[in-house]
């Protein structure tokens, strides 16, 4: 069982709600849920929809053809009417769009007149519509009854009980109507509730799980989702979150509050980002820790402001004037997403270098099911000197000489050392020089000595499937799902195997996995991508001499399909 | 306490008879007369001849990017709000690079002090004109005469409500010293602009210049009164004011952050239980 619907309408109509809501049902239910959005940017009009799959089955990707199609406009029927399957159906209401379709496949339930007369208001026409589709779907109703009590707590027991009325008459009419609808719905009764979460969520909380205590950030698709998470739980986790003047001013007060003694980071998208490459290089020069969770849109300029693209590989890979070490990360789930900004904030302290979540619409917009999410194992050490322990050592210098490049960094204001540090090239107390015997020295400290040590930590790319494969598909970040999916559909006639990279830079070693040998084995690597270049594959010729012997490109703003990776995967293979 | 020797730092490379000489001995003096003592104090520039004030002396520091200052000092408040934190910058670096921070700072009143050693000029890069540079005035890119209008940081402040704006002047010691003192108790933002004259590159607005023109400002003058405080921030030319222009009783930022109220960020532990509370929102 495997049922994708999709809900169309304007901005602004309530589409996000049917979807969030249902993602909710079925994640509670127990089924395995996978969702992403597709929209414009304006506030009202246009042409949006949240395609939402479900199934028995572990999901990770959206997929070509729909099951369902709820619209509340014309336009999604005349869009999306041929990605149905031919026993799907369309839920959709006459009066609203003021126009009848004959035929089988469409469902008309009044949504307006049951949102007036449950409601007395047309807003509670998304919840009859949400009602609708677990009437057809043949589920219980009672998850979203549940769901809509706590979600309308405190608009008081009226509203509720309106709209627990609206869901049940949208519920009954499409169960009465849909007699004929092929859904079958084989629940496994044992399948406990699962979480949902969204990629954003996932970082803002990943964050939050490090002990993150300052966030500063210009609003910016794909980003602001973080910003406004974190936002929602400062009281809660003591967390300052500041919108900044502009993303110079991010960076600079992320900058500030991290050398002061506290975790701090920063979000943005590629435009913002380009703004933020000067506080980057006054990171790498000052050694300061800082996050940064740089979020892929379609550019240039301003490009596609919320669709989705993998084209900062490379941008975020040189930014930043001179030469000093990063770390960056780039998650294929909100899992990963989650530990990754984990591990990207304990390396950052650590070393004390810039570290980089790269992440894309596509991740940041979709949700995902796990069976939970095991917070024991997210890291937490203070490498930072403190009161007594900072007092207690003698001639305190903030960029002292070490074996590893890494001095120890104290807390100003904690004893009576002063901590200085300068975007100069400095001495090892902080101070402005100009003799090339330092310079060398300290070129060596905070980059040469430190990058092999970092690269230490950088855990091999995930390998999911044959593991002696004829076919190899290889990617990085929000990819992983449709790959993996694609593995799937191809593997009983294919030897296939993913190798997925998520820990990017410094690029992973050899000794533990040698996947180079695993490419070079393969009858063909196929290096998929989101940009128009082919940006990873780029990186892995300048890293390891491996060539890809096809490279697969989506560039239209657009996330890979599953059907989609499937077809092309197998042109290549035939040639 | 503190003393003059606390506040020893390295030789400055200032050229011989330039302004910041002045300022720099007034700032450690004022320190020392406060009783702050140098790890209590963090000190943030940017770049410019200014910018190097605190290799100079004593003290936390966070020498970072032109114009960036302001934003450095609003993140280290925010994190911990029991360190004095004071920008000094020059006229360009404040004024020209930082504008957008300066509006910003003043709005939030975040508590950071910003000390502008304005010299009308641009030294570091050697003789362009700066924001403040005289309309007129000609200089090494401009051969035929400035031509924008001088910027009036004190004009700015009075517009946007800043906490606290002062003008003080480098060769006026004793009532520099005040000014900074003055800034230093402020609860909120404060704007201390000090005249400097550049001994290098700015061959009209000499000691000369300003002695002919500079005064304190009277006694009576109300400089709460924005109003007046307005009309006061327009005098420039033939007679120049001293003193507090502006100040009001506007609370900090850091006051209005409920997250801080107790402690400062970097003194407040963390959590790890909670998260565990949090991942049940998400089923």
Same mark, same amino acid.
């Given at each position: 069982?495997? #049922?994708?619907?999709? %809900?169309?309408?304007?901005?602004? !109509?309530?589409?996000?709600?049917?979807?969030?809501?249902?993602?909710?049902?079925?994640?509670?239910?127990?089924?395995?849920?996978?969702?992403? !959005?597709?929209?414009?940017?304006?506030?009202?009009?246009?042409?949006?929809?949240?395609?939402?799959?479900?199934?028995?089955?572990?999901?990770?990707?959206? !997929?070509?053809?729909?099951?369902?199609?709820?619209?509340?406009?014309?336009?999604? %029927?005349?869009?999306?009417?041929?990605?149905?399957?031919?026993?799907?159906?369309?839920?959709?209401?006459?009066?609203?769009?003021?126009?009848?379709?004959?035929?089988?496949?469409?469902?008309?339930?009044?949504?307006?007149?049951?949102?007036?007369?449950?409601?007395?208001?047309?807003?509670?026409?998304?919840?009859?519509?949400?009602?609708?589709?677990?009437?057809?779907?043949?589920?219980?109703?009672?998850?979203?009854?549940?769901?809509?009590?706590?979600?309308?707590?405190?608009?008081?027991?009226?509203?509720?009980?309106?709209?627990?009325?609206?869901?049940?008459?949208?519920?009954?009419?499409?169960?009465?109507?849909?007699?004929? *609808?092929?859904?079958?719905?084989?629940?496994?009764?044992?399948?406990?509730?699962?979480?949902?979460?969204?990629?954003?969520?996932?970082?803002?909380?990943?964050?939050?799980?490090?002990? *993150?205590?300052?966030?500063?950030?210009?609003?910016?698709?794909?980003?602001?989702?973080?910003?406004? #998470?974190?936002?929602?739980?400062?009281?809660?986790?003591?967390?300052?979150?500041?919108?900044?003047?502009?993303?110079?001013?991010?960076?600079?007060?992320?900058?500030?509050?991290?050398?002061?003694?506290?975790?701090?980071?920063?979000?943005?998208?590629?435009?913002?980002?380009?703004?933020?490459?000067?506080?980057?290089?006054?990171?790498?020069?000052?050694?300061?820790?800082?996050?940064?969770?740089?979020?892929?849109?379609?550019?240039?300029?301003?490009?596609?402001?919320?669709?989705?693209?993998?084209?900062?590989?490379?941008?975020?890979?040189?930014?930043?004037?001179?030469?000093?070490?990063?770390?960056?990360?780039?998650?294929?789930?909100?899992?990963?997403?989650?530990?990754?900004?984990?591990?990207?904030?304990?390396?950052?302290?650590?070393?004390?270098?810039?570290?980089?979540?790269?992440?894309?619409?596509?991740?940041?917009?979709?949700?995902?099911?796990?069976?939970?999410?095991?917070?024991?194992?997210?890291?937490?050490?203070?490498?930072?000197?403190?009161?007594?322990?900072?007092?207690?050592?003698?001639?305190?210098?903030?960029?002292?000489?070490?074996?590893?490049?890494?001095?120890?960094?104290?807390?100003?204001?904690?004893?009576?050392?002063?901590?200085?540090?300068?975007?100069?090239?400095?001495?090892?107390?902080?101070? %402005?020089?100009?003799?090339?015997?330092?310079?060398?020295?300290?070129?060596?400290?905070?980059?040469?000595?430190?990058?092999?040590?970092?690269?230490?930590?950088?855990?091999?790319?995930?390998?999911?499937?044959?593991?002696?494969?004829?076919?190899?598909?290889?990617?990085?970040?929000?990819? #992983?799902?449709?790959?993996?999916?694609?593995?799937?559909?191809?593997?009983?006639?294919?030897?296939?195997?993913?190798?997925?990279?998520?820990?990017?830079?410094?690029?992973?070693?050899?000794?533990?996995?040698?996947?180079?040998?695993?490419?070079?084995?393969?009858?063909?690597?196929?290096?998929?991508?989101?940009?128009?270049?082919?940006?990873?594959?780029?990186?892995?010729?300048?890293?390891?001499?491996?060539?890809?012997?096809?490279?697969?490109?989506?560039?239209?703003?657009?996330?890979?399909?599953?059907?989609?990776?499937?077809?092309?995967?197998?042109?290549?293979?035939?040639? | 306490?503190?003393?003059?020797?606390?506040?020893?730092?390295?030789?400055?490379?200032? *050229?011989?008879?330039?302004?910041?000489?002045?300022?720099?001995?007034?700032?450690?003096?004022?320190?020392?007369?406060?009783?702050?003592?140098?790890?209590?104090?963090?000190?943030?520039?940017?770049?410019?001849?200014?910018?190097?004030?605190?290799?100079?002396?004593?003290?936390?520091?966070?020498?970072?990017?032109?114009?960036?200052?302001?934003?450095?000092?609003?993140?280290?408040?925010?994190?911990?709000?029991?360190?004095?934190?004071?920008?000094?910058?020059?006229?360009?670096?404040?004024?020209?690079?930082?504008?957008?921070?300066?509006?910003?700072?003043?709005?939030?009143?975040?508590?950071?002090?910003?000390?502008?050693?304005?010299?009308?000029?641009?030294?570091?890069?050697?003789?362009?004109?700066?924001?403040?540079?005289?309309?007129?005035?000609?200089?090494?890119?401009?051969?035929?005469?400035?031509?924008?209008?001088?910027?009036?940081?004190?004009?700015?402040?009075?517009?946007?409500?800043?906490?606290?704006?002062?003008?003080?002047?480098?060769?006026?010691?004793?009532?520099?010293?005040?000014?900074?003192?003055?800034?230093?108790?402020?609860?909120?933002?404060?704007?201390?602009?000090?005249?400097?004259? *550049?001994?290098?590159?700015?061959?009209?607005?000499?000691?000369?210049?300003?002695?002919?023109?500079?005064?304190?400002?009277?006694?009576?003058?109300?400089?709460?009164?924005?109003?007046?405080?307005?009309?006061?921030?327009?005098?420039?030319?033939?007679?120049?004011?001293?003193? %507090?222009?502006?100040?009001?009783?506007?609370?900090?930022?850091?006051?209005?952050?409920?997250?801080?109220?107790?402690?400062?960020?970097?003194?407040?532990?963390?959590?790890?239980?909670?998260?565990?509370?949090?991942?049940?929102?998400?089923?």
């Amino acid at each position: 069982m495997d #049922y994708s619907i999709k %809900i169309g309408g304007e901005a602004g !109509q309530g589409i996000q709600t049917i979807g969030d809501t249902l993602a909710r049902v079925f994640a509670r239910s127990g089924f395995h849920v996978f969702s992403h !959005q597709d929209y414009e940017s304006r506030i009202r009009g246009g042409h949006n929809f949240y395609q939402l799959r479900f199934s028995n089955n572990p999901i990770s990707a959206s !997929q070509e053809r729909v099951d369902i199609l709820v619209a509340l406009d014309r336009e999604s %029927i005349t869009r999306h009417e041929q990605e149905l399957m031919p026993d799907g159906r369309v839920l959709y209401d006459s009066t609203a769009l003021k126009l009848k379709h004959e035929g089988a496949l469409f469902l008309d339930i009044p949504f307006e007149k049951l949102a007036l007369e449950q409601g007395g208001s047309k807003i509670m026409m998304n919840t009859v519509a949400t009602g609708a589709v677990l009437g057809m779907l043949g589920m219980e109703v009672a998850p979203l009854l549940d769901i809509i009590t706590t979600t309308f707590k405190k608009k008081g027991v009226e509203i509720i009980m309106a709209n627990r009325s609206a869901a049940l008459e949208g519920y009954e009419a499409a169960a009465k109507s849909c007699t004929k *609808c092929p859904f079958n719905l084989s629940r496994d009764s044992s399948a406990k509730p699962k979480l949902l979460m969204g990629g954003a969520e996932a970082i803002a909380l990943g964050a939050v799980a490090s002990g *993150c205590k300052f966030y500063s950030a210009y609003p910016m698709t794909p980003s602001t989702g973080i910003m406004n #998470y974190l936002a929602a739980k400062e009281k809660e986790y003591g967390v300052v979150v500041e919108q900044a003047e502009d993303e110079i001013a991010a960076i600079n007060m992320a900058l500030g509050a991290s050398f002061a003694g506290a975790r701090a980071m920063t979000g943005t998208s590629g435009g913002g980002f380009a703004l933020m490459t000067e506080g980057l290089s006054l990171a790498g020069m000052t050694e300061t820790p800082v996050v940064i969770a740089m979020g892929q849109r379609p550019g240039p300029a301003t490009g596609f402001p919320t669709r989705t693209e993998q084209g900062e590989l490379q941008f975020v890979l040189s930014a930043g004037h001179g030469e000093f070490p990063r770390v960056i990360f780039a998650p294929g789930t909100p899992r990963q997403a989650f530990f990754l900004t984990n591990k990207a904030f304990d390396l950052a302290e650590k070393y004390q270098v810039p570290a980089f979540i790269l992440f894309d619409t596509y991740l940041s917009d979709s949700q995902w099911t796990f069976d939970g999410l095991d917070t024991g194992k997210a890291r937490y050490v203070d490498y930072r000197l403190r009161g007594e322990a900072f007092n207690r050592v003698v001639d305190y210098k903030r960029h002292a000489f070490s074996e590893s490049g890494i001095s120890l960094f104290g807390v100003p204001g904690d004893a009576k050392h002063t901590v200085v540090t300068d975007s100069d090239e400095h001495d090892e107390d902080g101070h %402005i020089v100009e003799d090339a015997l330092t310079r060398i020295k300290m070129v060596e400290k905070r980059f040469i000595k430190k990058l092999p040590l970092i690269k230490r930590e950088i855990a091999p790319p995930f390998l999911y499937g044959d593991h002696a494969p004829r076919v190899v598909l290889v990617g990085w970040g929000s990819t #992983y799902g449709v790959m993996k999916e694609a593995v799937d559909r191809m593997s009983s006639t294919t030897s296939i195997a993913m190798l997925h990279f998520s820990e990017l830079f410094p690029f992973p070693m050899r000794e533990r996995f040698d996947y180079v040998r695993l490419l070079s084995n393969a009858k063909l690597s196929i290096c998929i991508e989101g940009n128009a270049s082919g940006q990873f594959a780029r990186l892995m010729r300048a890293e390891t001499g491996h060539e890809f012997t096809a490279q697969i490109h989506k560039f239209d703003g657009r996330p890979f399909l599953v059907e989609e990776v499937v077809r092309e995967v197998s042109a290549k293979c035939k040639v | 306490m503190s003393t003059l020797d606390d506040y020893k730092g390295q030789t400055p490379s200032w *050229c011989p008879g330039c302004g910041n000489f002045s300022i720099l001995k007034t700032f450690k003096d004022t320190m020392v007369e406060l009783g702050i003592e140098p790890h209590r104090c963090t000190v943030v520039s940017g770049i410019g001849q200014a910018a190097k004030l605190p290799h100079y002396t004593k003290c936390n520091t966070f020498n970072g990017l032109h114009g960036r200052s302001l934003p450095v000092a609003t993140g280290i408040r925010l994190a911990n709000h029991e360190m004095l934190v004071i920008a000094v910058s020059g006229d360009g670096d404040c004024y020209g690079e930082g504008g957008n921070h300066l509006m910003a700072a003043m709005r939030r009143n975040i508590n950071v002090k910003q000390f502008v050693h304005n010299n009308q000029i641009y030294g570091l890069t050697k003789g362009q004109p700066s924001p403040t540079t005289g309309e007129g005035m000609v200089t090494k890119n401009t051969p035929l005469g400035v031509i924008s209008e001088q910027f009036n940081p004190m004009a700015l402040a009075v517009a946007l409500d800043c906490g606290f704006a002062a003008r003080g002047y480098a060769a006026d010691i004793d009532h520099l010293k005040g000014l900074m003192k003055e800034a230093i108790n402020h609860k909120g933002f404060a704007l201390l602009d000090i005249l400097q004259p *550049c001994v290098t590159f700015n061959k009209v607005n000499t000691y000369e210049w300003y002695k002919q023109r500079v005064y304190h400002i009277e006694q009576d003058y109300n400089p709460e009164d924005r109003r007046a405080a307005f009309a006061k921030a327009l005098e420039w030319g033939d007679r120049i004011p001293l003193g %507090i222009i502006y100040r009001n009783h506007r609370p900090t930022f850091e006051e209005r952050v409920p997250m801080i109220a107790d402690k400062p960020l970097v003194k407040q532990g963390f959590d790890m239980k909670k998260i565990e509370e949090t991942i049940k929102e998400f089923y």
